[in-house]
């Protein structure tokens, strides 16, 4: 007789979910051996892996989401194997990897600012559980409140590929790293804010966009591939400064940027979000 107990496991949605843990695992394991190395030009290139497999990271993130409500297998194991994922793709590699280039340099107060950021997106995520399961099921929110941990880990790691790549071939990164300690101070705040962000979940196969715009998609994603360097930082950051002008922007005009077709805005989402 089965255990009616058990939970289910939907194979495609939690395969994405399992590659999320790898890359984020791997990103562990190429920060770990960039630290080994006392040449900081070998170092780096350890870093840029550990980078690449943060971003992968995000993409398996997105995926894993997606299959899911797009096959009706959303389910409480797979919210809860997600979050298991985030915080090691999203909280533990990005945490090591501003340690590892910055934050070792501020001995005991650069290790207390990794782990504040650890705490606050183990927090965040522990919180968006909390809320998934009070809510109704199958009903996701299309909006965040607060900076959703997987993009405050892309802003991290855009900026980081962006400053290795400005320093390239130098002995270490520029003066500018410094304001990677500060950064991750303002995600750990962001994570927790009020600020409202898009979760873009009312995307899905059946979304149509005029030509125009459908050209314009293809014209960033062109971009992003040619200027990988600068284009990633550019997005991950427009998507944290957008949480701040959102509140100020008409219902129509939201729906129009986050490609909620159809779909009448909350009454209540006004400029008072932001108190």
């Known amino acids: ?48 892996d550990a980078i690449w497999f943060i971003l992968a990271a995000c993409i398996f993130d997105l995926l894993d989401g997606r299959l899911a409500r797009l096959g009706g297998h959303e389910s409480p194991f797979g919210i809860e194997f997600d979050s298991l994922a985030d915080i090691v793709s999203f909280g533990m590699a990005p945490a090591l990897l501003v340690y590892q280039i910055v934050l070792g340099e501020f001995r005991n107060l650069g290790w207390m600012i990794a782990f504040v950021y650890l705490a606050c997106g183990a927090l965040r995520l522990a919180r968006f559980n909390c809320v998934a399961a009070a809510g109704p099921p199958n009903s996701p929110d299309k909006n965040f409140t607060g900076f959703p941990i997987p993009a405050a880990a892309g802003v991290i790691a855009s900026l980081t590929l962006f400053m290795l790549w400005l320093d390239e071939g130098q002995r270490t990164i520029g003066r500018w790293k410094y304001a990677l300690p500060v950064l991750m101070i303002f995600l750990s705040f962001m994570m927790f804010s009020k600020f409202r962000y898009p979760s873009f979940k009312a995307v899905n196969w059946r979304t149509t966009q005029s030509i125009p715009r459908f050209l314009f998609v293809i014209a960033l994603l062109a971009l992003t591939v040619k200027f990988y360097h600068w284009m990633a930082a550019v997005i991950f950051l427009s998507y944290l400064l957008y ?24 009454e209540d989402e006004t400029a008072d979000e932001i108190t």
């Open 1 to 48: 007789m089965s255990d009616i107990r058990q939970p289910k496991i939907y194979l495609l949605p939690n395969l994405m979910t399992a590659g999320n843990l790898f890359c984020g695992f791997a990103a562990v394991l190429r920060i770990y051996d960039g630290a080994q190395e006392n040449d900081f030009l070998k170092a780096a290139a350890y870093f840029h």
């Open 243 to 266: 949480g701040f002008l959102r509140p100020f922007l008409s219902p129509k005009r939201r729906r129009v940027i986050e490609e909620e077709i159809g779909e009448e805005a909350p």
